[in-house]
């Protein structure tokens, strides 16, 4: 079975003639930062050029975190946790997020002193964080069959389905007003007297004063074709799931060698914790010096390989006139094969660390491409080179706890709201305003 079963959103079968605002992209940013706009009153359509979350928001972890996040995040995703915990209620449908706690587990005395400094970030939002010594973890995981050096523990992370988070609030947004269309690929951006005037879908056209993309992957193509230069490469990640399973951890638990988080159904999903594939593709020449510090710093943990994927992304057209198909309607979802290898030596792993996992059927696997930035941290800003259009995306798989903390920054961006938090670090102009752009080392 290819790709997770995500909960179907049948989308709207009338195009609106003109909203306010058209959001590009149906993963779990492009639909909380609908239903921000459209609860403030603002008309907004969505347009996903395949299904809503089909893509990497329904093919993560599950992770709802603030812990060993990019401090530059951490304000975010304060505000992400405020708003997951009253998701539920506000969207009036489940989206699975639970309070369990993250826990990451320690190697070595370095892990243990980075992840103490980390904590001062947590500081001034008050978020309980704390080290566990290796016996506070013994205690905590009497089933655990490994050691370690000690462990960051996180109470207030959580973690929610992807599978059905997205859809829950996209239905959310339909709700309050906005048009949910899928299977309606944007071709493209019109523009009057230097902004945004509206855009071209594959079902004609909406009329539009402000523009949001929220594209995950496929941004770069987008932007490219406006001349907008956004770095943004791709890595595969793979993860697998588990039938039903009885004796694990009910916290999400981090190592080197795997990563697993229970779901709502009582069964875990299970990836490698550090290991991920790197396809080479054309950009990534274009944009190999821009990415070297973070390959300096992920060295270990990226496979590279040369593979179909090359010659797929040097046949796509980065060029096409907006009354014609676009590449977005000729992949309507990305859906890689994954690696399992990978994900069967995680589970291997991890049924060494806790053996009641050496008896877990393996219900599925699948692979998404998660769209990163040379810094590791997305992209949330209005871009001054085409006033009325915005982007959202390059959330380096840190997207889904974030995504609706992302959202309302982005709607208030497009509002001229004072925004939730600085959106300073996000701004897209750090890639050609001469500032350092890198990952902060040990996050």
Same mark, same amino acid.
């Given at each position: 079975? @290819?790709?997770?079963f995500?909960?179907?959103?049948?989308?709207d079968?009338?195009?609106?003639?003109?909203?306010?605002?058209?959001?590009?992209g149906?993963?779990i940013?492009?639909?909380?930062t609908?239903?921000?706009?459209?609860?403030?009153?603002?008309? /907004?359509?969505?347009?996903?050029?395949?299904?809503?979350?089909?893509?990497?928001?329904?093919?993560?972890?599950?992770?709802?975190?603030?812990s060993?996040?990019?401090?530059?995040e951490?304000?975010?995703?304060?505000?992400?946790l405020?708003?997951?915990r009253d998701?539920?209620?506000? $969207?009036?449908?489940?989206?699975?997020?639970?309070?369990?706690?993250?826990?990451?587990?320690?190697?070595?005395?370095?892990?243990?002193? %980075?992840?103490?400094?980390?904590?001062?970030?947590l500081? #001034? +939002?008050?978020?309980?964080?704390r080290?566990?010594?290796?016996?506070?973890?013994?205690?905590m995981?009497?089933?655990?069959?490994?050691?370690?050096?000690?462990?960051?523990? $996180?109470? &207030?992370?959580?973690?929610?389905?992807?599978?059905?988070?997205?859809?829950?609030?996209?239905e959310?947004?339909r709700?309050?007003?906005?048009?949910?269309l899928?299977?309606?690929? /944007?071709r493209?951006?019109?523009?009057?007297?230097?902004?945004?005037?509206?855009?071209?879908?594959e079902?004609?056209?909406?009329?539009?004063?402000?523009?949001?993309?929220?594209?995950?992957? +496929?941004?770069n193509?987008?932007?490219?074709?406006?001349?907008?230069?956004? @770095?943004?490469? $791709?890595?595969?990640?793979?993860?697998?799931? $588990?039938?039903?399973?009885?004796?694990?951890?009910?916290?999400?638990?981090? &190592?080197?060698?795997?990563?697993?988080?229970?779901?709502?159904?009582?069964?875990?999903?299970?990836?490698?914790?550090?290991?991920?594939v790197?396809?080479?593709?054309? %950009?990534?020449?274009?944009?190999?010096?821009?990415?070297?510090p973070?390959?300096?710093?992920? +060295? %270990?943990?990226?496979?590279?390989?040369?593979?179909?994927?090359?010659?797929?992304?040097?046949?796509?057209?980065?060029?096409?006139?907006?009354?014609e198909?676009?590449?977005?309607?000729?992949?309507?979802?990305?859906?890689?094969k #994954?690696?399992?290898?990978?994900?069967?030596?995680?589970?291997?792993?991890?049924?060494?660390?806790?053996?009641?996992?050496?008896?877990?059927?393996?219900?599925?696997?699948?692979?998404?491409?998660?769209?990163?930035?040379?810094?590791?941290?997305?992209?949330i800003?209005?871009?001054d080179?085409? @006033?009325?259009?915005?982007?959202?995306?390059?959330?380096?798989?840190?997207?889904?706890?974030?995504? @609706?903390?992302a959202g309302?920054?982005?709607?208030?961006i497009?509002?001229?709201?004072?925004?939730?938090?600085? #959106?300073?670090?996000?701004?897209?102009?750090?890639f050609?305003?001469?500032?350092?752009?890198?990952?902060?080392?040990?996050?």
């Amino acid at each position: 079975m @290819p790709g997770p079963f995500v909960t179907p959103v049948h989308g709207d079968l009338d195009l609106p003639a003109a909203v306010d605002v058209v959001v590009i992209g149906g993963g779990i940013v492009g639909v909380s930062t609908a239903l921000e706009l459209a609860e403030r009153g603002v008309s /907004v359509a969505l347009c996903e050029k395949g299904g809503i979350g089909q893509e990497q928001s329904s093919r993560n972890w599950g992770w709802v975190r603030i812990s060993r996040r990019d401090p530059r995040e951490v304000p975010l995703m304060a505000e992400a946790l405020r708003i997951w915990r009253d998701l539920d209620r506000r $969207t009036g449908r489940e989206t699975g997020y639970a309070r369990s706690g993250i826990v990451f587990t320690c190697a070595s005395d370095k892990d243990v002193q %980075n992840y103490t400094n980390w904590m001062r970030h947590l500081e #001034p +939002w008050q978020i309980e964080a704390r080290m566990l010594s290796a016996s506070e973890f013994e205690a905590m995981f009497p089933e655990a069959q490994f050691k370690v050096k000690g462990a960051l523990y $996180t109470p &207030a992370d959580g973690r929610a389905e992807p599978q059905i988070a997205a859809p829950a609030i996209a239905e959310a947004a339909r709700d309050k007003g906005a048009a949910i269309l899928t299977e309606c690929a /944007v071709r493209g951006v019109e523009t009057s007297g230097g902004r945004v005037s509206g855009v071209v879908t594959e079902r004609g056209r909406i009329a539009c004063s402000s523009v949001v993309l929220a594209g995950g992957a +496929w941004s770069n193509l987008f932007c490219g074709l406006y001349g907008l230069d956004l @770095p943004q490469l $791709t890595v595969l990640a793979s993860v697998l799931r $588990t039938k039903p399973l009885e004796g694990g951890p009910d916290q999400a638990i981090w &190592a080197m060698d795997f990563a697993c988080r229970k779901r709502r159904d009582g069964g875990y999903t299970i990836a490698c914790g550090h290991e991920n594939v790197v396809d080479i593709v054309p %950009n990534s020449f274009r944009y190999a010096r821009r990415f070297l510090p973070a390959l300096r710093e992920d +060295w %270990n943990s990226l496979n590279f390989r040369l593979s179909s994927r090359f010659f797929e992304e040097a046949r796509t057209p980065k060029r096409w006139s907006l009354d014609e198909a676009s590449p977005f309607e000729y992949c309507r979802v990305l859906d890689p094969k #994954p690696e399992k290898r990978m994900t069967e030596k995680a589970l291997a792993e991890l049924s060494r660390a806790f053996p009641a996992f050496a008896k877990a059927e393996i219900e599925q696997h699948w692979g998404g491409r998660i769209d990163v930035t040379p810094d590791a941290i997305p992209v949330i800003s209005a871009i001054d080179e085409i @006033p009325g259009f915005h982007v959202a995306t390059g959330f380096s798989g840190h997207g889904f706890g974030i995504g @609706p903390g992302a959202g309302r920054l982005m709607a208030d961006i497009v509002t001229n709201r004072t925004p939730v938090v600085d #959106p300073g670090e996000f701004r897209f102009s750090r890639f050609t305003d001469g500032s350092k752009v890198r990952p902060i080392s040990g996050f």
